[in-house]
């Protein structure tokens, strides 16, 4: 299962499109260090580079930490918050469209056990659902900023079946004025690997 990629032109369509209908459910699998783990995507956030006053790139403001985000979607746009947690997101939409999607947990599904000892916590349901949580379980770092998504270091393995989904707003993004309202939290309903509840 885990060997398939999903396919380039899939992180090129509507972010939402790919938040719904391609990511959520998903398998987020890494082989870092030659260890390999991976994960069930049950909760992520989108981010719109154009309009979005929480995005990085809004109004399409390009600086040296966020120009992943201008490239073709596929790859990986990795960031250290607080000085102390990474933050994965996967980089969608056509080039020069500054759109991002943020991976904010994960149902763990393969590999338990080397995300036990990263994380130093024997807790399954408390070893990846968290963006930062998530990082530190698949061994994930600003090392991995700009990796194609579809190679054999970090990948995303399609979903095998079409979950159900609810909407929420966006979590801890409270200085984004009107935005901070915007629906654009997904996760899988009745999925306990989630960070907050919807």
């Not at 994965?88 to 056990?113: H, K, Q």
């Not at 995300?115 to 130093?120: D, F, G, L, S, T």
């Not at 349901?125 to 379980?137: E, F, I, M, R, V």
Request: proline share 4%.
């Amino acid at each position: 299962m885990f060997e398939q990629r999903i396919d380039k032109s899939e992180f090129l369509r509507n972010p939402f499109e790919v938040a719904t209908e391609v990511l959520l459910g998903a398998y987020l699998c890494s082989n870092i260090g030659g260890e390999f783990c991976a994960g069930k995507i049950t909760e992520l956030e989108v981010y719109i580079g154009a309009e979005d006053k929480a995005c990085h790139a809004y109004l399409n403001h390009k600086t040296p930490r966020n120009a992943v985000m201008f490239e073709a979607g596929g790859l990986a746009y990795v960031y250290f918050v607080y000085g102390m947690h990474h933050q994965f997101n996967v980089v969608v939409s056509p080039e020069g469209v500054a759109d991002a999607i943020l991976i904010r947990s994960l149902e763990p599904v393969a590999g338990l056990e080397i995300m036990q000892k990263r994380r130093n916590n024997t807790k399954i349901s408390n070893l990846t659902t968290g963006p930062g949580k998530l990082c530190q379980a698949l061994g994930i770092t600003r090392e991995q900023n700009a990796v194609d998504l579809t190679g054999n270091l970090l990948w995303i393995s399609p979903r095998t079946e079409t979950p159900k989904i609810i909407s929420s707003k966006r979590i801890g993004i409270d200085y984004a004025e009107e935005y901070k309202d915007k629906p654009w939290r997904f996760v899988i309903a009745d999925n306990k690997f989630v960070s907050k509840k919807a």
